[in-house]
Every structure is written in C-alpha cells, then in structure tokens.
C-alpha cells in the first residue's frame, strides 16, 4: 500500500469570505493557459488563418462552456432534486461539483456560437480544438486527486492508498488512473491521430470513441458517485452511462467520415 501525500487544497486563504485560491482552481487556469500556447503552435504547424486574438477568443469561450457546462451539468446529472429546490447553489462554485460530460456539452454548444460568429465550420474548430483538450483533463484529475476526491474502489492492489475522507479501507487511486487514461494516452493518441490529413470531424470522432471508452473502462474502478450509487443493478455507472452515447456517435462518425472516402479535409490537416 503506497501512502497519500496529504497536500493542502488550499494554497492561499484570502481571508474574504470564501476567496481562497486552490489547486483545483489553479490546474484549471494552467489547462487554458497551457491549451492556448498549444492551439498558437498548431495553427502555425499547419499554416492555419488564425490569427492570436482569434485562438484567445476560441479559447474564452471554450473556458464558458467548461465552467457553466461542467457546473450546470453536475447539477443536472448528478443532484438534480438539489436543482429545483436549491438552484443558487448553482453559482456556490466553492462547494466543488464539476462534470465532464456537462462541459462537454457547454463547449459544443460555445463552439458553434463562436463559429456562428465567426462564419468558420464546426468540425474544423472542434477538430483544432481536441487535440489540446487531455491537457485540461489530465490537470482536472490531478486536482481531484489533490483534493482527496472521486476516490476509487476498495482494493488489496500494492498501490492503493487510505484516502482522507474515505474510511479506513485501501482504494484504488482512480484519479491517477484517470490521469494517464483521459490525459497522457489520450493526448499521444489525438496528437499523433492529428498529424496527417482526415475529414471533417474525424479527429473529433477519435477523441469521442476513446474517451468514452477509457472512460467506460476506469469507472470500473472508481466508486460510484454517492449521490445514485449504482445504475440497472450493480453494474452500471452514471459516468458509464453518460459515455456509452460518446463511444456511439463516435464510431458512427468514424463510419461516416471513412465510407464517404470524401476529398474533404479539415483545416486541421492541411
């Protein structure tokens, strides 16, 4: 058993009310700053007409949707009565609540309002925009592991470890499983899937199949949400169900792209 190195979430106490700056927070904010210099080089890679105050404006509006999606969603998904009854909480970011698959959503849905501002295509954006997207989820695991939360299984494996406020059982350490599932594999597969000309909505396609598997996969080992335990008897997750649609559309798209053997290519090979 490896033991869990107790690190402060908090780094810095305002001393306003509940100003406070946390890991969490700041692994966010490196995520969008480390995914814009990272959007800056691909466009110059592939001779792309972005300019930098366009990458800057793709990347707010990518952070909107992360942050009201996430949130909106974990409340949706996951503590829905709490959302009627108490739907400022809502706003109560402080208190933690973020889901993935809520900002998924939110960034769709920035993404096609910026393309509709911008007379550019959706695929070519979400196909630009994915490969960049395991550094944000990759530094979210880390937070949560920081944080000591979205804990794993109870297990004997030799790296398991106690977490704080999880009882007294070893666990899986499903955050750092994550990490190199959601973040570092599927980072190297994006990027290296990225490199050569696709069509339209390919590489979207790519990250919509392996993440929803990888994620399929992990939730195997990591404790069901406390708020819906588990779903169709003992067997499904809520996160497992939320990314069976993503393997789905995925293949489907995957299909679609590779049947239409269409001349087509994003702007994100060329």
């Avoid at 910026?114 to 959706?122: L, T, V």
């Avoid at 750092?176 to 990027?191: A, K, S, T």
């Amino acid at each position: 058993m490896l033991p869990y190195p107790h690190i402060d979430p908090v780094i810095w106490d305002l001393g306003i009310g509940q100003l406070k700056i946390r890991w969490y927070g700041c692994m966010y904010m490196l995520s969008f700053v480390g995914g814009w210099f990272l959007l800056r080089y691909r466009a110059k890679c592939l001779n792309l007409n972005l300019q930098t105050g366009q990458i800057s404006d793709l990347v707010f509006y990518v952070m909107l949707g992360v942050i009201l999606g996430g949130r909106l969603g974990y409340f949706l998904f996951y503590e829905t009565a709490r959302l009627w009854s108490e739907p400022l909480d809502v706003l109560k970011i402080w208190q933690g609540g973020m889901s993935f698959h809520g900002g998924l959503l939110g960034v769709g849905l920035a993404v096609w309002v910026y393309k509709r501002h911008n007379n550019c295509s959706f695929f070519m954006l979400t196909d630009f925009l994915v490969p960049v997207v395991p550094l944000g989820l990759a530094a979210g695991r880390l937070g949560n592991f920081i944080n000591g939360e979205l804990w794993g299984r109870v297990t004997q494996v030799p790296w398991a470890m106690v977490f704080p406020r999880a009882g007294s059982f070893p666990r899986h350490p499903s955050q750092l499983y994550e990490f190199f599932l959601e973040g570092v594999f599927l980072f190297v597969v994006l990027w290296y899937y990225a490199r050569k000309p696709r069509g339209f909505g390919a590489v979207t396609a790519c990250f919509l199949f392996f993440y929803g598997l990888v994620r399929f996969i992990v939730e195997y080992f990591r404790q069901p949400d406390w708020q819906q335990g588990f779903l169709m008897g003992s067997w499904l997750t809520m996160g497992q169900l939320l990314s069976l649609p993503m393997i789905i559309i995925g293949c489907g798209w995957w299909y679609v792209v590779w049947t239409r053997k269409t001349d087509n290519q994003t702007g994100v090979s060329n």
